[in-house]
Each structure stands twice: as C-alpha cells, then as structure tokens.
C-alpha cells in the first residue's frame, strides 16, 4: 500500500463497523470514480462539519448553520411535542430509536453515557449535571420516563436521576423495562420491542428494585 494512502485506510478502519479490508474497498471505490462518489462525499462531510452541533438544550444532534443563536435540535424546536412527557437515554441513537419506532411523542434529554464506577465515569462526565435544568424549562412536565440501559451501569444511572429528581415531586417517574433483555441497549431493540417496553413502563422510585 503506497504511504499516501495509508492515513485514509487508518482513520477510515477505527469506525464503527469497519476495519482496514472494508477501509481499502473503499478507497478504490471513492478513487476509482471521484465525481460520483468521492466528491460529493467531501461536500456531505464539509456540510456536516459546518453544521451539526450538539442541541444545547437536550444534547441530540442538532443541524444548524453557524449563527450566534444556541444550536436546537428539530425535536425541541417543534411546539408540537408533548411537553408533559420526558425520556432521558444514554446516547443519541438510543433517542434516534426511539423516534423511528413512532410510539413516542414527548420531550428527550440525552445523558451522553451512563455512569460506571469500574470505567471511573462520574456525574461531571455526562449531561446529568443539566437534567435539572432542562427539566425546569418545561413546567407542564407531568411524567419522566428513565430510558438507560438495563445494565448495571444504566441502573445506577436510573437511580441516580430518581435522586437527583426529588426536587420535582409533582412528576411522576417511570422505568421502561419489561421486554428489554438485561443488558439490552435501546438502538439494537426493533420497534416493536421498544414500543411495547414503553407501552409497559413501570413506576420507578428510589426504592424501585434494583
Ligand atoms: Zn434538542
């Protein structure tokens, strides 16, 4: 492999889902052709660079032209949502799962990761420390659905928020749970599963079981 090409089959391999065989197929592909596939590809990614952000509100992804406006994503600048209901996942495309499966029609808030004592991941390093905040911009907020993972980990984090939450007593909490496998991660589960754990939410307290 000519040295030239080496950094591209370097950086492409460390995504998700790809390693140096599929990083060099696609190197031909994209060189082999560059007016219909690399090109338009380096305008898509400059695009991209430019202009996706975090949403400043709930951490999605928010597709917004610099500007000295706070980037939101499409979900909390649409009045239409409910806003008497709330989820809180680890990750975006845990809530880009819960969008495609359809049932869901409320407010999200994206932690970023779940806490874990072993990976040495503590409040400071998710968006907890804004939860509160975020919930207090949405005053007609009636139920909080804590959507983490059912791992150790997304059970401390279920905790975590049940504590942090205690200020709000007038909204209720619920866990999805049942039909999620233990260990099960919202963006592996199809629709139907996530769909129905959130149809059989449960009420969730800090004496909920752990
Ligand atoms: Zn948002």
Known sequence: MNTHFEPFIRHIAKLPGLGPRSAQRLLFHLLLNKSQNLNPLISTLQNLHDNAHSCSRCHN???HPPSEHEPLCSICLNTQRDNTLLCIVEHVPDLWAMENAGEFHGLYYVLGGALSTIDGIGP???HLGKLTHHISLYPKLSEIIIATSMTANGQTT??????LLKEFPHISLSRIAPGVPMGGELDYLDSGTLNAALASRTPFSL???K
Do not use: P
């Not at 279920?158 to 504590?163: D, E, P, R, S, V």
């Open 61 to 63: 992804l928010a597709f």
């Open 124 to 126: 400071h390093d998710t």
């Open 158 to 163: 279920a905790h975590y928020i049940a504590h």
């Open 207 to 209: 004496t909920s079981v």
